[in-house]
């Protein structure tokens, strides 16, 4: 009994393991580094590519409760990204080296993995099959899917903030806060007056961007990763009331809240690098250089990494996939991953582990998993497999596709309250759920 799994990034390693776990052979493929995708850095195995962080630990936010979700579930790499946790305040980030270096230990020690390191070019028909090829799929296999399928892929565009050192930013005007001081201040913030941030505006409006091959012309960008010169481009202060707002930010030293902020997150265990959030592009690298040392603090910063923009590749799961992730179409074959319209690192890491599990519970002859709308996975799979939908875009976990409380609305307006309701509900339901 085998099954090959296309993709070794957050979903497919997660998948891989599952499978291990549960006794079953895998040959786990990866295209990198013969092929590269234009957005990864490294080989290796489950690679960040964007962000360092999986977003909040705490179960009363809706990523906060997928993850514990996930560590009832038994999720490897949940546990891996504890294990390389560098300070965030109530986030889970990472350092993305500690972190590959440990699924890749998983992997290796699992004793029922082979790890291929070579394209697939199209889906196998020969063997039960986990695609997990992400949202850089290469255009082959994006091919051959589209075939399969029948159905057209739909694209949006994914953007890259880059990442500054930290020893060259300079802490007379930066200083250390996390937003009304909840959890430890382990943010970098770099104030801006209004005349600081109207130069800053300024640049970043006028600034020359990376021209777009024909295809990609009307993009779609995925709204909680739109670019920031998008974002920009809807008003002067479109910035001051998201990635730059400075409310609940206060420098101790002056006791100031300023008239914007721009917040970079560690991004590596050894704190030598820190990324900006909220800070995706795709201006021209010179123009990103202007732009950044226009930021009070981060004047003469060194730049590591700068940002870039690139294609992401979902399928039309509505009409694909059913909530178990099993296509209709073919029994024997379950899709994972952003790949499914499902985005963010937190929701590619929890569909591999569902796809792994059920995957492992058909070749078992075994119930698949369904999980409840009350949970959050649950949730998040009904909602990409619902068929009324009739223009699918991706989604990551939210309270708004979970099912809804059944009180009173005194307590439906008390968001802290309902969310602590919705978050105690899901986990009791898993608990009854694996005691049975």
């Known amino acids: 009994m085998k099954v090959s799994v296309i993709g070794a990034g957050l979903a497919g390693c997660e998948a891989a393991l599952q499978l291990a776990k549960r006794g079953i052979e895998v040959d786990l493929y990866e295209m990198r580094p013969k092929k590269t995708t234009g957005a990864h850095s490294t080989q290796n195995l489950a690679e960040f590519v964007c962000s360092n962080s999986l977003g909040s630990l705490d179960p009363t936010n809706a990523s906060g409760l997928l993850k514990a979700e996930m560590s009832a579930l038994g999720s490897f790499l949940i546990k891996a990204a504890k294990e390389s946790q560098v300070p965030a305040g109530n986030a889970l980030a990472i350092d993305r080296v500690v972190f590959s270096k440990k699924v890749e230990e998983l992997i290796n020690q699992s004793g029922k993995i082979n790890l291929i390191r070579e394209e697939v070019t199209k889906i196998p028909t020969d063997i039960p099959v986990i695609l997990a090829s992400g949202p850089l799929t290469s255009d082959s296999l994006a091919e051959d899917i589209k075939t399969f399928t029948g159905a057209e892929h739909l694209h949006f565009f994914d953007a890259i903030a880059p990442i500054v050192e930290k020893d060259s930013i300079n802490f007379d005007k930066a200083f250390y806060a996390s937003r009304y001081d909840k959890g430890e201040a382990s943010y970098i913030n770099c104030p801006m007056n209004k005349e600081e941030y109207e ?238």
């Open 199 to 436: 130069k800053f505006y300024n640049i970043l409006i006028n600034a020359p961007k990376i021209e777009l091959k024909e295809f990609e012309k009307n993009a779609k960008f995925f709204e909680s990763c739109l670019p920031i010169e998008v974002l920009a481009s809807r008003g002067t202060d479109t910035l001051r009331f998201g990635p730059m707002k400075p409310v609940g930010l206060i420098d101790k030293r002056t006791g100031v809240e300023n008239y914007a902020v721009v917040q970079l997150r560690q991004d590596d265990k050894s704190a030598t690098m820190y990324n900006l959030v909220g800070f995706q592009t795709n201006l021209k690298w010179g123009s990103q250089k202007e732009l950044l040392h226009s930021i009070p603090g981060l004047e003469n910063a060194n730049i590591l990494r700068y940002g870039v923009m690139h294609r992401n590749t979902f399928i039309n799961s509505p009409e694909i996939l059913y909530p178990t992730l099993q296509c209709k179409k073919r029994k024997d074959l379950f899709f994972a991953g952003q790949l499914t319209g499902t985005e963010g690192y937190t929701e590619s890491i929890a569909t591999g582990m569902l796809a792994g599990i059920n995957m492992a519970n058909f070749l078992q002859d075994n119930d698949l998993l369904e999980l409840s709308k009350v949970t959050m996975l649950g949730a998040l799979t009904h909602y990409i497999s619902d068929n009324e939908q009739k223009h699918f875009q991706p989604i990551n976990s939210n309270w708004g596709i979970v099912e809804e409380l059944n009180v009173d609305k005194k307590i439906k307006k008390n968001k802290k309250l309902k969310n602590e309701m919705l978050s105690n509900r899901s986990l009791e339901y898993l608990k009854n759920l694996l005691t049975v």
